[in-house]
């Protein structure tokens, strides 16, 4: 049988406050195909699925579905009548109901009382779908891969016509990863369309019939799996055409101690609970390394892994040689490690306390609470950082949360700084800042590993990891798949080692 469109998103706008999400995006998807949808962060991929599931209204534009002009989605509730179902990457089912109640839970009246039929019905749907769990079993008891395939059962009971995947296979195993393609493959064969959003190339490749490429807002293209090699899909997402691509580099005075090549960290085998395959891992003196990889590659997991910040599973790490245990970031900070998070505002600023109190908190935690620092050091503490990095501020006494985003990120950097590590890590330190103040950061990384401190920097925008770093290490889901440096050091390497040497 022959495809036929399933659904039609055309011209689709949308706009927030100062943020235009999505430029007339269009997209296609045919009733029993696999579609990913692919992009990097802030490419709008989320923001097209909000729309089509009535989470978010559209500003412009047209839905059709299934050979209805013009449908109208105004909110979750909707799209579910109209037969679009979402299973999220965060499981949103009852741990403690059974699989049959989390199947038929909230789906008209009286659905639940008639318990008999109920089970029958949910084990009819696990069978027909070669889900290995019971009606009768409490949800709670099933591995994460069996409850995500429990919540895809619940959409296609509910006539679901096309299938909204959100990064579904993120917290599953290789063995789990292949029963949940098993299922999305028995669905595909029943006609079910498939949108499939994911970080994963080697998945794309191995379970997708098309992908559709988003970025900055706007469509890149739609594609055949088959016409697009996997260096021109990364090339696609990071907006960069192999025959364009710039050899940027680094331009600034390289550390010179006689201790230059001494390895400050290194790290053997080491992996985590976040999800990460083993990887070897060092940095010497006054370097600057890096990270790189699409979204969801692993890079934070990495550095969280090294600074303690992730329970560590496997692995050994020595510092200037000498084995030591990091069971957590305090111990990071007793080493001398320091860590900017890459969420800035979870992870980073309390914003509630002063631009002081946020600079000297780091140092507050080693000294410990009880040992509270006078207001006179305080105040020159954090007057002599906000002069160094220039952080635009009223006072030291302004509260955090209403500087820019720029500024909030210079004062986690002083903080950081006050403690004068030997090894600072930044993950994404200047996303979603502007321009200048990129730049003063760039600036002030190299200066502070021409006087020898180590630093691992990470930056979804290569051009910036090209402009500061010596050495990458390069990732791919979830594991390293290669080293460059020297001549190896360009954007057209850095592409190609990521989509696997194609």
């Not at 890459?342 to 002063?354: F, T």
């Not at 140092?363 to 305080?378: I, R, S, Y």
Request: glycine share 8%; charged share 25%.
């Amino acid at each position: 049988m022959e495809n036929v469109t399933m659904l039609e998103m055309r011209g689709i706008d949308k706009t927030f406050p100062g943020v235009r999400a999505l430029q007339n995006v269009d997209f296609t998807l045919r009733s029993g195909e696999i579609h990913a949808l692919m992009g990097e962060n802030g490419a709008g991929k989320s923001t097209l699925i909000k729309v089509l599931t009535g989470v978010y209204t559209k500003d412009a534009g047209v839905i059709n579905l299934d050979g209805q002009y013009n449908v109208k989605i105004h909110s979750p509730q909707d799209a579910q009548k109209l037969g679009i179902s979402t299973v999220y990457q965060e499981i949103t089912l009852c741990p403690n109901l059974t699989v049959a109640e989390n199947m038929y839970i909230g789906r008209g009246k009286g659905a639940v009382t008639h318990w008999r039929k109920m089970n029958a019905d949910a084990d009819k749907i696990l069978k027909k779908l070669d889900i290995p769990a019971r009606a009768t079993q409490q949800l709670g008891t099933c591995s994460i891969a069996v409850q995500q395939m429990v919540a895809i059962a619940r959409a296609v009971d509910m006539d679901c016509k096309v299938l909204i995947l959100d990064e579904p296979t993120s917290s599953l195993d290789e063995q789990e990863v292949e029963k949940l393609f098993g299922l999305m493959r028995d669905l595909k064969a029943l006609g079910v369309g498939i949108i499939f959003v994911t970080h994963f190339l080697d998945q794309v490749y191995e379970v997708c019939d098309r992908i559709t490429v988003l970025r900055d807002g706007q469509l890149v293209g739609e594609y055949e799996i088959k016409d697009l090699p996997r260096v021109q899909l990364v090339a696609k997402m990071l907006g960069k055409e192999m025959d364009d691509l710039s050899d940027i580099k680094g331009e600034h005075a390289l550390y010179s101690g006689e201790d230059a090549e001494t390895k400050v960290l290194e790290a053997e085998k080491l992996s985590s609970n976040a999800g990460i395959k083993p990887f070897d891992f060092y940095i010497k003196k006054g370097e600057v390394n890096g990270f790189t990889g699409l979204l969801g590659s692993g890079r934070s997991e990495c550095v969280r892994a090294i600074f303690g910040a992730d329970r560590v599973i496997t692995g050994k790490v020595r510092r200037n040689g000498k084995p030591v245990r990091i069971r957590g970031p305090k111990d990071a900070m007793k080493l001398g490690i320091a860590y900017l998070p890459e969420d800035r505002k979870n992870d980073g600023i309390v914003g509630d306390l002063s631009v002081k109190e946020n600079i000297i908190l780091a140092l507050q935690v080693m000294k410990g609470f009880f040992k509270p620092f006078t207001k006179a050091q305080a105040s020159a503490f954090a007057d002599e950082y906000i002069k160094k990095l220039n952080i635009k501020t009223a006072s030291a006494d302004t509260p955090i949360k209403s500087l820019s985003g720029g500024n909030q990120q210079k004062v986690i950097l002083a903080r950081w700084l006050l403690m004068h590590p030997e090894y600072l890590i930044l993950d994404e330190p200047t996303r979603g800042i502007d321009v200048g103040t990129k730049v003063d950061i760039q600036k002030l990384v190299l200066e502070l590993a021409s006087d020898g401190m180590s630093i691992t920097f990470i930056s979804s925008e290569t051009d910036e990891m090209l402009r500061t770093c010596s050495r990458l290490v390069v990732m791919r889901d979830r594991k390293v798949v290669g080293e460059l440096s020297g001549e190896d050091l360009t954007q057209s390497k850095i592409m190609s080692t990521i989509a696997g040497g194609e």
